[in-house]
């Protein structure tokens, strides 16, 4: 059974950073395309990061440069450092395996910075 458990969540002043941490079970990170996406009330979902299969990583305009995606395989668990938080950056964020259309979900992480 594939499991992916978010934590890391919280409240925080704008300009300040938060460190979210997706920790897998059932599959192996280093196998599958890893993403985090967002949700903020009355918008669509979106991706933020993800890393790709064949290296390298990607990142949505919005946080390139702020946002940085990595993993740890001995630990099968993701990472998003989150830094210069922004008002706008306020989400449900939620960790992704193996793609949008078909992947995994975790439950979600609620994100929210005070202007």
């Known amino acids: 059974q594939v499991q992916l458990v978010e934590s890391g969540g919280g409240l925080v002043q704008s300009g300040g950073s938060l460190r979210l941490s997706c920790a897998a079970s059932?599959?192996?990170?280093?196998?599958?395309?890893m993403g985090w996406y967002r949700q903020a009330p009355g918008n669509k979902r979106e991706l933020v990061a993800r890393?790709?299969?064949?290296?390298?990583?990607q990142y949505s305009d919005s946080v390139k440069g702020r946002f940085t995606i990595s993993s740890d395989n001995a630990k099968n668990t993701v990472y998003l450092q989150m830094n210069s938080l922004k008002f706008e950056d306020t989400a449900l964020y939620y960790c992704n395996a193996g793609g949008e259309e078909r992947g995994y979900w975790g439950q979600g992480t609620q994100v929210t910075v005070s202007s």
């Open positions: 890393i790709l299969l064949r290296d390298g990583t």
């Open positions: 059932g599959l192996r990170v280093s196998r599958f395309a």
